[in-house]
């Protein structure tokens, strides 16, 4: 039965009330995302003790109460509508400033943003007694851009983006980004046994069976690909041609982008790009609940299952959940793929918007402030406030109205630095002999060693005068 404690028992030392009295409970979950707890009490002598900001156990997994709201159906019930303490309490913790970790795992960043909270990020010998791994165990590093304003969830969220991979494991307190939750299962879910009411859908928006990898500077593969410049998928036969690109810019060389272009039709790549993506939601019977079946038919948040339709074996991960602890035959899971549709991008867009108001001035400008440190893989560096900057690219170019009047850096294999007049003509060029245009004017000019000086209308070289006549 569900437990109330107070709002900082973090340990769950000290019940205030067993709330057994609760009915419709509902434990809802989503990979990287919601985790809530609703159910309804009764005007019952406990019903003062619910109050907000209070924690509730369900399952071993402690609840932050986050809302109460009254209905009268024939009788008064309170709705009780709670999160998880990691959803509920990450983003209660303000950090003024998560610093640049350039060249660092997401372990060492998040250890930063966690560092004095409540939570414990889990290591590698606790993961691998609960047979997860973590997201950088292989070594992966990641360049994390600071952040002001902001509380641990947002940072995990942004590490999250930054790898392009990781979920979250959660355990009340204890924390973890780690390659992947849950477990592979021989589960089969079928109609006549413990799934109703199945919704299958198979959509190939998405699909591409032709795929244009580009590098960095829309670098192509025809150099290592037989002169063509894009991949075809083993399942070009069954689907058809369905162009599609990727922009690879992190890889300079053909080989790896051709590489990583391959990985996307791998069959090891659960986010392959040539199958149709297939999102499956039924009502599940929880028939782990059984005595001939018990924990080895039990599902969890992350299992990979097989969904049997009909002739078809669907074989995917749970993706969300919805589990009525105390209703074996309530229960709806949802298996497919993590669909990134409208509301994920809206998502990300109040992330930028947000971001972009904490780098901006009130007449839209960027402020100054915002530019320090590394500012893009192929930015500019600004090392400190003495201004000493670093250029991370190939080729620096200024120019005016006139055109170019200055280039540093290489083009192509070959180093050049150039400076040129108004009229273009280049005043000195490295891959060229010196080339001066216009008047000299100097003291004196050094030659191997020899001076070369000008006093009362003669010419020295050395000691030595010169008759100019």
């Known amino acids: 039965m ?39 009490y009764p005007q019952d002598e406990k019903a003062e003790l619910l109050t907000v900001n209070r924690l509730v156990q369900c399952g071993g997994q402690l609840f932050r109460i986050m809302k109460i709201g009254r209905v009268s159906d024939g009788k008064m019930l309170l709705n009780i509508e709670c999160s998880h303490v990691y959803n509920a309490d990450a983003q209660a913790v303000h950090l003024q400033n998560v610093p640049d970790h350039i060249g660092k795992s997401p372990y060492e960043v998040l250890e930063y943003a966690f560092s004095g909270t409540p939570f414990t990020l889990l290591g590698d010998t606790e993961l691998s007694d609960l047979g997860l791994t973590r997201v950088d165990a292989d070594g992966f590093l990641i360049d994390f851009f600071s952040m002001d304003k902001t509380t641990p969830y947002e ?39 413990n799934l109703q009411n199945v919704t299958v859908e198979r959509d190939m928006t998405d699909l591409v069976t032709r795929l244009y990898p580009y590098g960095y500077d829309d670098l192509h593969i025809g150099s290592v690909n037989n002169g063509v410049q894009y991949i075809d998928s083993p399942n070009i036969s069954l689907y058809g041609v369905r162009s599609g690109y ?54 969890e948040l992350g299992d990979r299952v097989t969904v049997v339709d009909g ?79 670093t250029v991370l690219t190939d080729m620096i170019e200024m120019s005016d109205a006139n055109g170019t009047r ?64």
Not at 4 to 26: E, Q
Request: hydrophobic share 35%.
């Open 311 to 389: 002739n078809v074996k669907i074989e995917e991960r749970v993706i969300r959940s919805e589990v009525y602890p105390y209703e074996p035959l309530m229960g709806e899971i949802s298996i497919g793929r993590v669909k990134k549709d409208l509301f994920f991008y809206l998502n990300q867009m109040g992330k930028l918007n947000r971001r972009y108001g904490r780098v901006s001035t009130t007449g839209g400008k960027v402020s100054a402030k915002a530019i320090s440190g590394v500012v893009s893989a192929d930015g500019i560096n600004v090392k400190d406030s003495e201004g000493n900057v």
């Open 246 to 299: 990727r922009d690879y810019s992190d890889y300079k060389e053909p080989t790896d982008v051709k590489n990583r272009g391959l990985w996307e039709f791998d069959a090891a790549n659960e986010e392959r790009i040539d199958v149709p993506s297939v999102n499956i939601s039924g009502k599940l019977i929880d028939i782990s609940r059984l005595a001939e079946y018990g924990e080895f038919m039990k599902i």
């Open 155 to 193: 940072v995990m969220s942004t590490v999250i983006e930054n790898c392009g991979k990781g979920e979250i494991y959660v355990d009340n307190y204890n924390i973890a980004l780690v390659e992947r939750i849950g477990r592979d299962t021989d589960i089969r879910l079928e109609l006549s046994h």
């Open 406 to 469: 200055f280039v540093c850096g290489f083009s192509g294999s070959t180093f050049r630095f150039g400076v040129y007049d108004k009229n273009g003509a280049a005043l000195y060029l490295s891959d060229d002999v010196m080339n001066i245009r216009g008047d000299i004017s100097a003291d004196s000019l050094k030659i191997n060693g020899v001076s070369v000086t000008g006093s009362g209308g003669n010419l020295y070289i050395g000691d030595k005068k010169i008759l100019t006549e």
């Open 2 to 40: 569900l437990k109330l404690f107070g709002y900082d028992d973090r340990d769950a030392s000290d019940c205030l009330a067993v709330l057994n009295n609760a009915g419709d409970t509902k434990v809802t979950r989503e990979i990287n995302g919601a985790y809530t707890l609703e159910f309804t």
